[in-house]
């Protein structure tokens, strides 16, 4: 159903550094996917498009992912193809997304065969797929971003397909307390997007509100490797008043997990918005982004050494990439606030990537 209130919306606290993420990803995506040695053509998908601008004027993500592709140098001149799906099943939505590419595009920056642009009204469970047929996107690349009320309202049929489809990648947006507040009142078809999988409803049995998310979390999650994505990153944006909005991202690429991890740790701290890793028992916000907050990391770590058996620190490295939202960067400095501090020790005068740690 059309989303409630009027249109456009106010935009939400994490607005402005979840649309930073989407830019600085998307300048590295299109490059990499479409140089010389990459694929034909991309395709940027968004089901829950919007209008395409905010009530204070400022410029929606399908503004920002046409804008990303045109602001990038290397390809200015290129003969491969992108194209742009956007699907809403708000009429106001689609009919001020139409208006809001025409002005903010009066003349067409590229050809059509080079930039086809396709608005579509709909639901993303029933519109989506129609949508990337018509426009041949299937059998080449697709950057699927499903940013809805939070609610992640996408079926389990439509995320397989994606995972399963080259170098095709998912950004969704995911509430728990969506599905913690009306778990009594969703019907079946909730189940779908889980997989299929009804067991998600026992998170009524859960009292501790933290655990609830992080239940739900894993639940989608296990549903995102189940329909076939080998790495999956997920966060959590944190205004500094406490309110939280979880980002995961799925690809079968490491490269794509490590420059989406490099998007992530460029957010700043201009918006008063911070992330923290779901998996830190502590929960702990990182609003400093220019200087890393490596407690969390620290923490993790020691619990990854907990066998107090010697693990390589490119072991190391690894698991903060997968299994964590520090970049492999971030370890050695962690490990060595660990060794000053004694927690642990190390068979070389200095830490690198070859050494060996342990717990002490």
């Known amino acids: 159903m059309p989303v409630d209130g ?14 930073k993420i989407f830019r600085a990803y998307l300048a590295r995506w ?19 498009a919007g209008p395409g601008v905010y ?10 992912a046409i804008q990303a592709l045109l602001g990038t140098p290397e390809l200015a001149n290129t003969k491969k193809t992108t194209r742009f ?67 992640a309202p996408v079926p389990y049929r439509l995320i397989r397909r994606l995972a399963q489809n080259p170098s095709s990648e998912v950004v969704v947006t995911f509430m728990p307390q969506h599905f913690t507040r009306f778990v009594s009142t969703l019907g079946g078809e909730v189940d779908a997007v889980f997989g299929h999988d009804s067991s998600w409803r026992e ?26 994505f080998q790495f999956l990153l997920d966060f959590e944006l944190v205004t500094k008043k406490g309110e939280s909005l979880y980002l995961i991202f799925g690809t079968n690429h490491r490269r794509g997990l490590e420059k989406m991890k490099q998007s992530v740790w460029e957010v700043d701290a201009q918006y008063g918005i911070g992330f923290r890793d779901p998996k830190d028992e502590f929960g702990e916000a990182l609003f400093d982004l220019d200087d890393p907050q490596l407690a969390p990391l620290e923490r993790m770590l020691v619990e990854r050494l907990s066998s107090r058996e010697s693990v390589r620190v490119e072991t190391l490295r690894e698991f903060s990439l997968f299994s964590t939202v520090y970049r492999e960067q971030h370890v050695i400095p962690a490990l060595v606030q660990l060794r000053e501090r004694n927690s642990i020790s190390c068979d070389r005068p200095r830490i690198e990537r070859a050494a060996m740690v342990k717990l002490l």
């Open 6 to 19: 009027e249109v456009p919306w106010s935009k939400a606290p994490h607005t402005e550094a979840k649309h």
């Open 30 to 48: 299109y490059p990499i996917l479409l140089s010389e040695n990459g694929y034909p053509s991309v395709t940027y998908a968004e089901g829950f």
């Open 55 to 64: 009530k204070d004027g400022s410029p929606g993500s399908p503004v920002i």
């Open 85 to 151: 799906v956007f699907v809403d099943n708000d009429p106001r939505c689609v009919k001020i997304l139409g208006e809001q590419l025409r002005a903010n595009f009066p003349v067409r920056p590229r050809p059509l065969d080079l930039m086809p642009v396709s608005v579509v009204e709909g639901t993303c469970a029933e519109a989506f797929e129609p949508a990337l047929e018509a426009v041949g996107a299937w059998h080449q690349p697709i950057l699927a971003v499903f940013d809805s009320w939070g609610n």
């Open 203 to 228: 998170v009524a049995d859960i009292q501790d509100g933290s655990k609830k998310k992080g239940f739900l979390l894993g639940k989608y999650r296990k549903m995102l490797k189940e329909a076939g």
